[in-house]
């Protein structure tokens, strides 16, 4: 458990310099696509170019803004990824807690039942949990087919 609990923190840290890569990317790709946007503008104002000149800069801002979009998905999804992440190391953590606490009972007898509630207690979370991604998936399937 405590080898999972390991990999499980590596697996968040390594999350979060991904996502925190997918931001700056984003953020830089979103300005330079920008930056690109108005020299197209300016460009023929400016230098009193013809407009045909300022094409290759706009298309140029046009692809960058769709990259920038593109990696803040990317961001978006390791965000998501982060926070299960997150949770689970959370979850984990908990559940350790209580396993440790149960060297503190004086009598077998109240370890045993602590034990049970223990499990108990870890069965009904993990059934919530269920549940709940069962009625996300169904309402993300009936989103779709009205779409």
């Not at 991904?18 to 690109?36: E, N, R, Y």
């Not at 460009?43 to 593109?70: D, K, N, Y």
């Not at 982060?82 to 807690?97: G, P, Q, T, V």
């Not at 509630?117 to 309402?139: C, G, T």
Request: some cysteine.
């Amino acid at each position: 458990m405590m080898i999972n609990l390991e990999d499980i923190k590596e697996f968040y840290t390594w999350s979060q310099k991904q996502a925190k890569a997918s931001f700056i990317l984003a953020v830089s790709m979103c300005i330079s696509g920008f930056v690109l946007m108005v020299v197209a503008i300016l460009l023929p104002v400016v230098f009193r170019l013809s407009f045909q000149m300022s094409i290759i800069p706009a298309v140029g801002g046009a692809i960058t803004e769709v990259i920038a979009g593109t990696a803040l998905i990317v961001y978006r999804n390791s965000l998501s990824q982060l926070n299960h992440y997150h949770k689970a190391l959370h979850e984990d953590e908990r559940f350790l807690s209580s396993v440790n606490l149960l060297g503190k009972f004086s009598t077998v007898e109240a370890r045993d039942d602590m034990l049970r509630e223990i499990i108990r207690s870890e069965i009904q979370m993990n059934l919530a949990v269920i549940h709940e991604n069962v009625k996300s998936d169904s309402s993300s399937i009936k989103e779709n087919s009205k779409k």
